[in-house]
């Protein structure tokens, strides 16, 4: 079972690239997620979708727009890459409720120099 | 404003000790869940919460939601190698209508051979 999908698993990126992290799951799941996590700390959530077609801010949306066409593929999008961004980028899913259990990929790690 | 506190922020100790790991908030949560993630890789569920003092036990890990619903413990007894990895609590509540999950700081812990 693929489960969450997550590519590319590395990049570094040059200060003003942009670049779009792929995210795709295969459980018919309508709530997913992109989270941040930085060196020693927790996650803290970017973007979420409650299905295709409807996204919200999390709590650190700036620099990061998402979009979900499809219920199994959410891509997150850096526009003007900033030293900020460099995190590790997790995506993850889950069935409605608060309670569910979410599903997540392995990971983007991404440097911006 | 971290919501979710986590404690110790690192832990190491020798296999066969037991140990404590404390999530601890001011806010009120309709349910805990406890992941744990290994290095380079998404955390995965342990277990889910839900009512105020309730325990769940899974194998050596034991679990306990407080009973005002604001913290919660994991304990581990008789640690062994592959107990080592970054323990994370989330908090779930439903805020304006939205229901959020908020990850706790974490947890780094070392078992020791």
């Known amino acids: 079972n693929a489960g969450v999908t997550q590519t590319p698993k590395f990049r570094i990126l040059k200060i003003g690239q942009s670049m779009t992290l792929q995210c795709a799951q295969d459980?018919?799941?309508?709530?997913m997620y992109w989270y941040r996590q930085d060196p020693g700390m927790g996650l803290k959530l970017i973007y979420y979708?409650?299905?295709?077609?409807?996204?919200d801010k999390g709590e650190v949306p700036n620099g990061y727009n998402v979009s979900r066409s499809t219920t199994e593929d959410f891509p997150l999008r850096l526009e003007l890459a900033a030293p900020s961004q460099t995190s590790v980028y997790f995506c993850?899913?889950?069935?409605?409720?608060?309670?569910?259990?979410?599903?997540f990929g392995n990971g983007t790690r991404l440097t911006v120099t | 404003t971290q919501l979710l506190e986590q404690s110790p922020q690192f832990l190491s100790i020798q296999e066969g000790e037991n140990l404590t790991v404390y999530c601890n908030s001011s806010?009120?949560?309709?349910?805990l869940q406890w992941y744990r993630q290994e290095p380079g890789e998404g955390p995965v569920l342990l277990v889910t919460?839900?009512?105020?003092?309730e325990v769940k036990k899974l194998k050596r890990l034991t679990f306990q939601f407080g009973d005002a619903r604001k913290d919660s413990s994991l304990h581990i007894t008789a640690a062994q190698p592959g107990d080592t990895g970054l323990y994370l609590c989330?908090?779930?509540?439903?805020?304006?209508?939205?229901?959020?999950?908020?990850f706790g700081t974490g947890t780094r812990l070392t078992i020791i051979p």
């Open positions: 919460v839900v009512t105020g003092g």
């Open positions: 979708s409650v299905g295709a077609g409807i996204t």
């Open positions: 989330a908090g779930g509540r439903v805020s304006f209508g939205n229901e959020k999950l908020t």
């Open positions: 993850a899913s889950s069935g409605q409720g608060v309670n569910s259990p979410l599903h």
């Open positions: 806010s009120v949560f309709s349910s």
């Open positions: 459980m018919n799941h309508n709530y």
